[in-house]
C-alpha cells in the first residue's frame, strides 16, 4: 500500500487553527466534514498525540488552495484509527513521488509553512516534506509554494511520529526538522510533548546514517528536555559543541520566531547526528 498526491481526488475540509506547529489543546480531533460527510470515527489511539485539531471556517483562497492545488501538492494518505492517522501497511515512495532520487528534508509540524517553502524554493535540487495537522496551515503553504514555484515540495496531513515510524522507509530522510513544536507547559501536559523518551527510535527510524535532526524551540524546559531526551538516545550523537547549537543558518526569520524573541524568550537550537546502524 503505497501513497501518492491526491491528484484528482476530492478532499473534505474540516479546518483547525493554525497555532503552534504541533497544536495545543487536549490532543482530540473533532468536527464535521470528513470523507464522506461522516464524522471522525471515536476511536483512540494507544498513544497520547502532540496536538489537537478544531472545526471552522477557511477563507475562500484556502479553500482553492484544497481544490486546485492538493492534486499536487498533497499525499493521499490511507488512514487508520483516526482521520490524522496512518494506515501501518501504507508506504511513500519517495522516488515515484518527486519523479527522481534526490535527498529529502521532512519538517514535523510545518505550520503556515514559511520555513519548508523558504528552503523548497532555494534549494530546487533537493526534495521536501512538510508533515502538519491544521489544515489551513496546509493551505496557506500550498499557497505560498506554487507562488514560489517549489514543486519539490509535499504535503501530508497526518500524525508525526505515525509518518516518521512506518509511511517514511527507513533511511529514506536526509534530515528532519522540528522547529518551535508546541511546548505543552503546562505540568499535567508535558506527556503530549512530541520529544519524550523514545522518541529518538521513532525519528531515528526515518533519517539515513549520518543525516541530521535538527531542533529549536522558544521554550526553555523543553529545550532541556529535547536536550536530555535526545542525549539519551542510541540513535543520536550530538552535531555541536557547547551548551546548545547554533541557530540554523537554513531556518528563515519567521513572525512567530520574532515573537518570542521579542517576549525576552531566547531561542535554543539543537543539532543531532543519526548513528550509523549497527
Not at 501538492?73 to 496512518?86: E, I, M, N, Q
Not at 503546562?186 to 533519517?207: M, Q
Amino acid at each position: 500500500m503505497s501513497g501518492r498526491s491526491a491528484r484528482g481526488a476530492g478532499r473534505a475540509r474540516p479546518v483547525t487553527d493554525p497555532g503552534r506547529s504541533a497544536g495545543s489543546g487536549t490532543g482530540a480531533e473533532s468536527g464535521p466534514g470528513y470523507p464522506g460527510g461522516m464524522p471522525e470515527p471515536r476511536t483512540f489511539r494507544d498513544e497520547p498525540v502532540s496536538f489537537v485539531r478544531r472545526s471552522g471556517r477557511m477563507s475562500e483562497a484556502q479553500e482553492r488552495a484544497f481544490d486546485e492545488l492538493a492534486p499536487h501538492y498533497v499525499l493521499d494518505v490511507p488512514r487508520h484509527v483516526a482521520w490524522t492517522s496512518v494506515h501501518p501497511d501504507a508506504r511513500l515512495d519517495p522516488a515515484a513521488e518527486y519523479q527522481r532520487v534526490a535527498p529529502l528534508i521532512v519538517e514535523v509540524g510545518s505550520g503556515q509553512g514559511h520555513a519548508i517553502v523558504a528552503a523548497a524554493s532555494s534549494r530546487p535540487a533537493d526534495d521536501f516534506l512538510a508533515v502538519e495537522v491544521f489544515r489551513a496551515g496546509l493551505a496557506r503553504t500550498m499557497l505560498d509554494a506554487d507562488r514560489a514555484g517549489a514543486r519539490n515540495l509535499r504535503l501530508i496531513e497526518a500524525n508525526a511520529p505515525e509518518v516518521l515510524s512506518s509511511y517514511l522507509p527507513e533511511r529514506a530522510a536526509s534530515e528532519v526538522w522540528i522547529f518551535f513544536p508546541d511546548p505543552w507547559h503546562k505540568k499535567r501536559h508535558t506527556k503530549r510533548r512530541l520529544v519524550r523518551p523514545g522518541f529518538g527510535g521513532t525519528v531515528g527510524s526515518a533519517i539515513r546514517d549520518g543525516g541530521l535532526l535538527r531542533l529549536a524551540t522558544d521554550w526553555e524546559d523543553y529545550a532541556l528536555q529535547m536536550r536530555e531526551v535526545l542525549d539519551a538516545e542510541p540513535e543520536f550523537e550530538r552535531a555541536f559543541e557547547g551548551e546548545w547549537a547554533e541557530r540554523f543558518d537554513g531556518r528563515v526569520m519567521t513572525a512567530f520566531e520574532r515573537k518570542g524573541i521579542a517576549k525576552g524568550r531566547d531561542i535554543r537550537d539543537l543539532t543531532y547526528r543519526r548513528v550509523a546502524r549497527g
